[in-house]
């Protein structure tokens, strides 16, 4: 089964309080993005640590119940930390950053790398009968097979999530195709 590709640039996610403190002010929209409901905001912030920084990180809305801070290994390095591969929403074991906006500055134990995932509505997983985990076959000039985990929803638009450096190592980008292994 084909599945196309979404590259997932670093990213933040941010609770009401959080917003509120950084901003001031409510989400303002860029452009939606694919996953029903989500979009891309106007809005900025500095991911800081000791050693360094990285500016002009965008938020995504809608907010959410819990901050989040999604980076690739890449700029984790940058940043002198280690952040653990995590399913959205599990922050056990996250790192500690620094958010910096346009009103003010929060400490956030919430920064992970975001694990390889597909997002699929649980009646299609149902459908065709889409286990928990797959394998997914990339073509190409730099090809390979990566496992990825099965991120299933009420509303979800059907694509592989992976992270710059995923997309990268294979030579992929937003809308190539991929295709699935073991269902």
């Known amino acids: 089964m084909k599945i196309t590709v979404g590259v997932s640039n670093r990213h933040i996610h941010l609770t009401q309080n959080d917003l509120d403190i950084l ?19 106007n809005e900025f912030v500095t991911i800081k640590t ?21 980076i690739s290994k890449t700029d984790a390095y940058k940043l002198g930390i280690n ?20 009103n003010g500055t929060i400490v956030t134990n919430s920064c992970i790398i975001a694990d390889r995932h597909i997002h699929i509505t649980y009646d299609e997983k149902q459908k065709y009968n889409i286990p928990d985990k797959v394998n997914i076959k990339i073509n190409g000039e730099k090809k390979g097979i990566i496992e990825v985990n099965v991120k299933p929803s009420q509303e979800a638009f059907f694509e592989l999530h992976l992270d710059t450096d995923d997309a990268n190592a294979f030579l992929l980008k937003n809308d190539d195709e991929v295709e699935m292994l073991n269902i």
Request: net charge positive.
């Open 23 to 41: 901003f001031g002010k409510e989400l303002t929209k860029s452009k939606d993005l694919k996953q029903p409901g989500q979009f891309a905001s």
């Open 83 to 102: 952040p653990p591969v995590r399913s959205s929403g599990n922050l056990k074991d996250a790192e500690t950053v620094t958010l910096i906006g346009p």
């Open 50 to 70: 000791i050693k360094s920084e990285i500016t002009n990180v965008r938020v995504l809305g809608p907010v959410r119940d819990y901050t989040q801070v999604e």
